[in-house]
């Protein structure tokens, strides 16, 4: 039991769950034959295809986070000795294994998925994701801005993923083309939009989560935002992010009221607006890593209840 624990806790089980959760309420919030006419909208990309999806964006994300410790292991030493589980519970020729299979199996599915569907490319991609996470954890992490932007594309690459299985694969039986076009253009919003979001609040948390883990990530090299601008520039570019959300959002909310969906404005302005607004003010009270890893948590609990939002367009769509 205790091993398991420290497996699940290797390939952070919260992150997972939050990554299957997204994708499925994307698939029965989001793509048009949910939201649309069941009976005329429909996809040559099948359910079982779009759960072998979920399993491989799961793999590649348990993989990531397994080799990202492997090589962080000195700097955990450091930021977080408490939690750390390779060398000290998981030896490192096991996780390494883990992480082969794992890695191996999601490009494999991919493939699998191209070679029975439409989609042609997700084996690549797959390989692709693969691949920058492996250079993120080695050296890409420890550079400027480029990991931040990297993690952050690849959080946003879980909603991407979905929309691009089935913007291609969609039929529509008895509509016109214009009303086709329209049905594909607000599916293309909404997707690019959640997309967005995901990848404004994942670049602010990982800022965040570097300002955390300054002390470790500065004794081995690592050239993060905090280490190379310093704290204060930190929080003025985590600021001006949080700005830019909030405004977004608070944009999108006004055009959400104006359909009469109540329901999601009040839910956006309870759960992530007010939040946000409350991250931006204890962003510079912050001082020591308690205070940054608070932060960080809540940044978290905002991003799930924004994807969450997503159960919305099935009420009200």
């Given amino acids: 039991m205790k091993l398991l624990n420290a497996f699940l806790r290797l390939v952070r089980l919260p992150n997972l769950v939050m990554i299957a959760v997204t994708q499925v309420l ?21 359910n079982l295809h779009y759960l072998l999806l979920i399993i491989s964006s799961l793999l590649i994300a348990a993989a990531g986070n397994i080799i990202n410790d492997y090589f962080d292991r000195n700097i955990d030493e450091i930021n977080k000795p408490e939690k750390k589980i390779i060398d000290k519970l998981i030896k490192r020729r096991w996780a ?12 494999l599915t991919g493939f699998y998925i191209d070679f029975n569907t439409p989609v042609f490319w997700l084996g690549i991609s797959n390989t692709v994701c693969v691949l920058l996470l492996f250079a993120y954890s080695i050296s890409l992490k420890k550079k400027l801005l480029v990991g931040n932007i990297l993690i952050s594309l690849l959080t946003a690459w879980v909603i991407f993923v979905c929309f691009l299985c089935y913007y291609r694969t969609l039929s529509f039986e008895g509509y016109e083309l214009t009303e086709r076009q329209a049905i594909l253009n607000r599916f293309m919003r909404i997707s690019f ?53 909030t405004g977004m959002i608070s944009v999108v909310q006004i055009y959400v009221w104006q359909l009469g969906w109540y329901g999601s404005a009040a839910y956006s302005i309870l759960l992530i607006l007010a939040p946000l607004v409350w991250i931006l003010r204890k962003l510079y009270q912050a001082q020591v890593p308690k205070d940054y890893h608070r932060l960080s948590t809540v940044i978290k609990i905002v991003m799930l209840a924004g994807l969450l939002s997503m159960a919305f367009f099935k009420i009200y769509a």
């Fill in 26 to 46: 994307f698939y029965f919030s989001v793509v048009p034959f949910y939201y649309g006419d069941e009976v005329r909208i429909h996809s040559s990309f099948k």
């Fill in 193 to 245: 939009l959640y997309a967005g979001f995901a990848f404004v609040i994942s670049l602010i948390r990982e800022v965040v989560k570097d300002m955390e883990d300054m002390e470790g990530d500065k004794k081995y090299g690592c050239k993060t935002i905090p280490i190379s601008w310093g704290i204060p520039a930190s929080k003025v570019f985590v600021a001006v992010w949080l700005v830019v959300l």
């Fill in 96 to 107: 390494i294994i883990i992480h082969i299979v794992f890695s191996v199996t999601a490009i």
